[in-house]
């Protein structure tokens, strides 16, 4: 079954660091383009990051400079390391696959998430 | 970046109503768009991509068109299950941005 399982969430102080994991079984990370999205308590959904299978890495400027995606092959698995944290930055955050349409990569796959909440 | 306005942000709907939802975008996308639904406490689950390409085992009642900048998600008969948010999402270029979401109601 090709699914993706985020762990690594939880209650951090502000200007704290945290790495969420995202572990894939069903597909090959490395060969896949990889997202991060996130979605604060109430809203809508916020693009956080991406990674295609040539390694390139995109974020949005929000977290530009903060955050850091990367995968270890060797595991199956995507990160997202996550420094200088914020209380805006309190979500939950999602993995999820890019597949490739028509050269364009939609998020297919989505794991259930996992919550960071930033606070005191 | 490129803004996506979804409309109407809620709509009250009945079990085998027509819902028509709009998304439009600040600068011409093509036909690079999908379509979301997220029920309370879930992961989001694509519906439609490309505007208007279903995506494999999403019922055939979901269907999308629309190309530039003026995309539709319609829903030709709502059943019970169907009761959530949708949200459209961009993917013509970075960074990739999302719509604020449309509630599909019960009435």
């Known amino acids: 079954e090709v699914q993706v399982v985020e762990t690594g969430g939880g209650l951090i102080q502000p200007g704290g660091s945290l790495r969420l994991s995202c572990a894939a079984s069903g597909f090959i990370v490395s060969s896949n383009c990889m997202n991060w999205v996130r979605q604060a308590p109430g809203k809508g959904l916020e693009w956080v990051s991406l990674?295609?299978?040539?390694?390139?890495?995109y974020y949005a400027d929000s977290v530009k400079g903060r955050f850091t995606i990367s995968r270890d092959d060797s595991k199956n698995t995507l990160y997202l390391r996550m420094n200088s944290l914020r209380a805006a930055d309190t979500a939950v955050y999602y993995c999820?696959?890019?597949?490739?349409?028509?050269?364009?990569?939609?998020?297919?796959?989505w794991g259930k998430g996992t919550t960071v909440t930033v606070s005191s | 970046d490129i803004q996506m306005t979804q409309s109407p942000s809620s709509v009250s709907a009945s079990v085998g109503d027509r819902v028509t939802i709009t998304c439009r975008a600040s600068q011409g996308i093509n036909i690079w768009l999908a379509w979301f639904q997220q029920k309370p406490g879930k992961a989001p689950n694509l519906l439609i991509y490309a505007a208007s390409s279903l995506q494999s085992g999403v019922p055939s009642r979901f269907s999308g068109s629309g190309s530039g900048t003026d995309f539709t998600l319609t829903i030709s008969s709502l059943q019970p299950e169907d009761f959530a948010t949708y949200y459209c999402q961009q993917a013509n270029s970075f960074p990739l941005t999302f719509g604020g979401g449309t509630k599909v109601e019960s009435k």
């Open positions: 999820a696959r890019g597949a490739e349409r028509h050269s364009y990569y939609y998020m297919d796959v």
């Open positions: 990674i295609y299978s040539g390694g390139s890495t």
